[in-house]
């Protein structure tokens, strides 16, 4: 079975966020990656977890990280 993959882009005046977020039949876990465009150098963070909530959770911190530490 192909693998799921869904992308969700955020554009704000200052942010440029992409998220890719997928599912892995294989290994049986929720994969994403981030890339922050918005800063002189290109940001990209990735993780995994076997639950999309956890997953989406993951991502959130990490947005909010992200923001906090402009």
């Known amino acids: 079975m192909p ?6 882009g ?3 005046s200052t942010l440029n966020m992409k998220i890719n ?8 876990q929720w994969r ?3 890339t922050d465009n918005s800063r002189p ?3 990209q963070e990735s ?4 639950e999309l909530r956890a997953a989406m959770n993951d991502i959130a911190n990490t947005v909010e990280y992200l923001l906090d530490n402009d």
């Open 3 to 8: 693998t799921i993959r869904y992308s969700i």
């Open 10 to 12: 955020l554009t704000w």
């Open 21 to 28: 977020l997928w599912y892995c039949k294989d290994m049986n």
């Open 32 to 34: 994403w990656t981030l």
């Open 41 to 43: 150098k290109v940001k």
């Open 47 to 50: 993780g995994q977890q076997p």
